[in-house]
């Protein structure tokens, strides 16, 4: 039963050395990052500071082809922010959708319905029909979009006066509005935060409407709140040709325009665009934005590219107007407003708008994740500089050593031999868990390190449950061979017995938990299966090659 053939040897050593030699890299990495960045006071961080510098990024793209193991923010140190939407942006949104929705549905009933007199006001939509004999068609074409989905009621339709239709949002609308609105902000934060290049960051939801973010390992949370605050939300829009500047100047929009203000860095900075509210193009049909250089001008651009549909539209929209102007906005803001000199076909177009290399690949890359659904504001900024993780990894660092030299004095000293199998495997035990840590991309956070040394107790404790169990054998007179199949047998149930549960607890933990519970949860249940490998098939094999090698007649254990 102790026998272990040839082929299960060599299997075991090859797995073995190879998720050990996997732990290589992170333990090197550890004991030559003296370079750490200095962690950096918000209060010190200008706008001016470099952005996501590409050099780091490369640095990182070439540091990923070896496995190594993440370190948390509680560790590396990095950015944490808080975000925050204003449920008042999303009423406000729905109400501007709303009105999108009614006069593409009232102008594409047969025979059209004609209506006017448009208001938002009071957090309601309301209009005036022509005729008072539309009012029951108007009823039955706008009734299908006041249901949401699962057939939940989102809005109240009301008449007035006899020809004044009023649309009222309902609680469980807006509630589900907000919801979804914040579902839709946390993946496009995670898309912009994973378009960094960034390792293991933490995006929770907390609360209705807030979202907490976390990235390790990145010093400045000035650029970071730069680019997850910007919505995204690209329009093309034709200008106002007929609008007069002095009404403009004066936020006066002609019926059927409105005015927009210029982006602050532009050259135009401080001046106001009427556009046309109805005809123009959103961003939402882009598949790709990546910044780049102009060759005619050698200024920073970002080049847009839209699907099929979007560069339908946009083509259709600048060969009907060529010769007219038509105004980019970014955010509520007006970036330029060029020409269209010619019909701009194939689907793709150029932003341009006094860029640094930065920003423009900041704008790129927030375009390409897709807009914001809820503009969301910072309300809370921090640096988490690596000095904590450093002195807890230090401290770990001793305390392993320490307590891992008394540990095999003690182990040596009281199971001669089989200690020393013991203790071999735990030092197997702590690389192997490293290895798989770092082929897994997984992240060790503080918390981690207490279940890293938790494990590694566990991995103790097995081996004295066997070793004891050895001893208990030659005790009843059991020859040598049969009390270690004994003792290995006896001690496997209670070993299986005692991690199995503590694994299904580390399983639930990972499951619900968030941030560093996740973490310690990785390290326990990562630990808790090396321990057993390394306590019940290591040791058994190296047992079985010694008794069969010297079939002694009694052993010191």
């Given amino acids: 039963m102790l026998d272990t053939p040839l082929w ?57 082809s070896l496995p190594r193991i993440n370190l948390g923010l509680d560790l590396a140190g990095g950015s944490h922010l808080l975000l925050e939407a204003n449920p008042a942006d999303v009423a406000s949104q729905r109400l501007e959708n709303m009105e999108e929705a009614v006069e593409s549905a009232l102008r594409q009933a047969v025979p059209e319905i004609d209506f006017g007199d448009t208001s938002r006001s009071d957090g309601q939509l309301s209009f005036i029909l022509d005729s008072v004999a539309d009012i029951d068609r108007a009823r039955a074409v706008l009734e299908p979009i006041m249901m949401g989905d699962g057939l939940r009621r989102e809005w109240d339709m ?50 209705e409407n807030r979202i907490v973010v976390q990235v390790p390992g990145l010093q400045d949370p000035v650029a970071l709140k730069r680019l997850l605050g910007e919505t995204a939300e690209l329009e093309f829009k034709l200008v106002d040709q007929q609008a007069l500047p002095t009404n403009t100047a004066a936020g006066v929009a002609n019926p059927g325009s409105q005015i927009y203000p210029y982006a602050p860095e532009t050259a135009f900075a401080g001046q106001f665009e009427a556009v046309k509210r109805l005809g123009g193009i959103r961003g939402d049909s ?19 590219q839209f699907d099929q549909q979007g560069g339908q539209k946009f083509a259709q929209l600048s060969t009907e107007n060529v010769g007219e102007r038509f105004a980019i906005i970014l955010d509520g803001e007006v970036i330029s407003a060029p020409f269209f000199n010619e019909p701009i076909l194939g689907g793709s177009a150029q932003i341009s708008g006094a860029f640094t290399p930065e920003t423009a690949n900041e704008l790129a890359i927030s375009l390409q994740s897709g807009a914001l659904p809820v503009p969301l504001t910072v309300v809370e900024e921090r640096t988490v500089g690596p000095d904590l993780g450093a002195e807890s990894i230090r401290s770990g660092l001793i305390a ?158």
Avoid: C, H
Avoid at 168 to 187: F, I, K, R
């Fill in 8 to 64: 299960k040897k060599i299997s075991l050593w090859i797995f073995t050395l190879a998720l050990a030699a996997a732990a290589i890299p992170s333990l090197v990495a550890s004991f030559t990052s003296s370079d750490e960045p200095a962690p950096v006071a918000a209060d010190d961080v200008t706008a001016e500071a470099p952005a996501f510098p590409e050099t780091d990024r490369g640095e990182d793209e070439e540091e990923s």
């Fill in 158 to 207: 009301s008449v007035v006066d006899g020809q004044r239709i009023v649309l009222t949002p309902t609680d469980a609308g807006q509630a589900t509005a907000l919801n979804s609105a914040m579902e839709g902000a946390v993946e496009v934060v995670r898309r912009r935060i994973d378009l960094l290049g960034t390792r293991e960051p933490t995006i929770i939801r907390q609360g």
């Fill in 286 to 304: 882009l598949i790709n934005a990546r910044a780049g250089v102009d060759p005619q001008t050698n200024e920073n651009v970002v080049n847009i």
């Fill in 400 to 557: 392993m050593l320490i307590g891992s030299i008394a540990v095999i004095a003690l182990m040596v000293a009281t199971y001669g031999r089989f200690g020393v199998y013991a203790t071999i495997a735990l030092v197997f035990n702590v690389l192997i868990l490293l290895g798989l840590m770092a082929i897994g991309n997984f992240t060790l956070t503080l918390p981690g390190i207490a279940g890293f040394v938790l494990t590694v107790g566990a991995a103790v404790d097995a081996n004295v449950l066997i070793n004891e169990r050895i001893r208990e054998e030659r005790k009843r007179g059991r020859k040598v061979v049969t009390a270690v199949e004994n003792g290995y047998k006896e001690a496997s149930r209670a070993i299986y017995d005692a991690n199995v549960t503590n694994f299904i607890a580390g399983v639930l933990l990972f499951w619900f938990g968030s941030g560093p519970i996740r973490g310690f949860a990785v390290v326990l249940v990562i630990g808790l299966a090396t321990s057993v490998f390394t306590a019940l098939t290591l040791t058994k094999m190296w047992v079985s090659g010694y008794l069969a090698a010297k079939r002694p007649k009694d052993i010191t254990i």
